[in-house]
Each structure stands twice: as C-alpha cells, then as structure tokens.
C-alpha cells in the first residue's frame, strides 16, 4: 500500500466519530443491525434481470476485490456513514440486482442518463446494464413503439409497489403540454408520470429539469414545465438536482435504498443530506483566493492565470448546495470551478433565471439562501466541518484510484 493510500485509509477509519455530531453510537449500531437484515432479506431473494454477478462485472472490467473496497469505502463515506458499515455498502452493491428500477424520460436533453453510463468505478454502464434491474429507458433499451409500451407496462405490473421510479425531465402541464406526448398511445407526459408513478415504491426526479423545472421552466415557460415533486403527492420522492446530476449521487440514492429499504435523510428540497449538505463555497480549491480577496477580474487577466477565486466572475459558489466540489466528474478529474468557470447554482431552484450569469451576486439584487458569503462558519454550523472532513476523505480515496487507474493505463 502506499503512503498516499494510507492516508487515504486513516481518513476512513478515524473519520466516524465525526459523521453525524447529534448521533450516537447506539443509533448506527441499530442501523447496521436493520440494514444487516435488510441485506439478509434480499438475498433470499432470486436476482432480477439477467443475473450477472457484479463478481463477474468487476473481473470482466480489470477491477479486483482491493479495487472494489476503494470504491466501497469512498461510497461509504459520501453517504455519510461510519466506516464499521463498509462491509454492509459491499452487500447492497452485490444483491442491488434485487431492486427493479424503471427510469422515464421527459422534457430533457438526456444529460443525466448520458452522465449515468459515463461514470466511474465501477463503470457503472456495467451496473446498470447488468447488475441492476433495469426494466425500463427509452434511451438505451432495444424495443420501440407498441413493444417498448408493452415492457413497460409489465414492469409496472409485475413489480407493483417494489420499483424505484427515476425521472429524467421537467413536466410540461400548462398550454403547450400538448407538445410534448411519448409512445404509441401519444399520453401526453404529465398523464404518462402520474400512471408510471402510481404503484412506484419511491421516486427519484433526476437532474434539474425533473426536480424544479430546469432550463424548460426559465422564462417565459411557454409549455408550464414544471418539477415531479408539484404533481405527485402522497409518494416518496428524492430530488437530485444538477445539470447533469453526479452519477455517484444517483447510485448512492439506490445504494441506501438498497441497503435500508428507505430513502435518505432529506432538506427542505427533497435533496439527500448526504449529496446536498455540502456548500460549494465551503469545498472549493479556489476558497484560500477568496479569503485572501484574490479574485479574477476579467477572463484572461493575470488573477485567472493564477486559478484566482471566481466570485466576481459570477461563481455561485456561496449560496449553492452539492457536494460535485468534493466528487468531481469524469473519473474525479475535474469540475467546473476547476477549469476555470464559476459555479452557476444548477442545483438551485429556478437557477437559469436568477443565477445563470457571470456577475456576483452582490450586483444581482437577490439575497442568498445561505446568507451569502458573509456566514461565519459560527453562524453556518458546525456541519460544514463535518461536511468537509469527509469531503477531504471521499475526495483522496476517489483521487487515488483514478490515479491507479491512470498509472495502468500508461503502462
């Protein structure tokens, strides 16, 4: 093992005391022996879909059992729990063939799913396709027309209150939903998501479109676009907003489905804690620059060059809520604020109409929902040390085996 994965596995293994401070022992101590049974439950069960063993995936894909546990250990962190459960995270990865998900798209551009199938390690196109029960997507599934409506419709009637419903896309509903139909049956999209979520165990909106509206819903919303969360009522609904949504908090939310039988702890938005409790602004490479007042004036200028904060450009990094400045995109290399873009807010509501542009907010007139850069970390919390604790954690174990990964590919 070397150094930098040793520090990587003391960050892990000291890092539970600090996971929840109004937690005790005793509460995860009954969490691990409820998802133990959880666990036990689904194994019983016969696996759904083809069968595939992830063993299989991860051996067919060059990954061997240490490569898995990196993964299971970054996951275990991301989803906020004390490093004892890793062995129940490993579980629910290997039995998450048990849980059928059908996954509809809307009013999209299909960048969540494009996201999904992109993702990293596992290779989660892999988990998909073969270890999760994926009975239904327009977008990669072979069946078209009368045939794709006839899967459909067995999927919902053969796992009947047992599916995770996703949700890709906003819902038109005012004049203009007429525009927007799907399938042989021409449903327009509001009355296809309100049959496909009538039996649905859970439902999972996806991205920003489906969660508040997104791009669709900007001014001056010609169709009524709109989030699942202001139609369906009286079901479980998990937002994950972002433009696209980060696949690894797409696959935590199945991941805890899977190993508890619930849904995540939520904010006032329906966002997991665990993928939303984080401030941009509070795991920010560039946060030294800002502390600093070092800040880039004009693209270009000598302040860019030097990867200065970009508040002044516009970052909304204050006064957003994810956790993709710890998770990062593509395989962990990167993010947006890291090349050289501030953050536009897509996981807020209505974010194109008031965040999508490149001034500060100071000249925008809009007060923040956090109170804006000026929170003390007094005033904040102190969640956001916690938040940035395992930040630091599930950022170096997915750094390290990226760069495993780069080293192999190299040689």
Known sequence: MTDRQDAVRTLFTTKSARVDTNRGDAYYRDLFARCKARLEELKRMEPLGNGVELSEVLSDEGYD??????????????????????????????????????????QDCAGNTEALLRSDGPKIDEIILDIISLEFNETIMAAAGHQAEAQLEDAMHTFKNKYLLFVEGAVPTGVGKEWCTI???????????????????????????????????????????????????????????ACPANPANMVGVILHYVLTGQIPELDALLRPKFAFGYRIHDNCERRAHFDAGEFVEEWGDEGAQNNFCLYKMGCKGPMTFNNCSIIRYNESVNWPVGVGHGCIGC???DFWDKYAYERPMADAHIKAPTGGVEKTVDEFGLGVLTATAVGIGIHAAASAAAGKKSDEGEA
């Open 65 to 106: 059992r240490r490569d898995f546990m990196k993964w299971v250990s970054a996951t275990t962190a991301m989803l906020m729990l004390p490093s004892f459960f890793e062995p129940l995270v490993a579980e629910a990865a290997e039995v998450m063939n048990r849980v059928p998900v059908i996954w509809l798209e809307l």
């Open 347 to 349: 996981s807020e509501p």
């Open 183 to 241: 399938g042989a049956s021409g449903e327009t999209f509001e009355e296809h998501l309100l049959k496909v979520a009538k039996d649905a165990a859970a439902i999972v909106a996806v991205g920003t479109c489906a969660t508040f509206g997104g791009v669709p819903a900007a001014a001056p919303n010609p169709t009524g676009a709109t989030g699942v969360m202001d139609l369906i009522k009286g079901k479980p609904i998990i937002n994950i907003p």
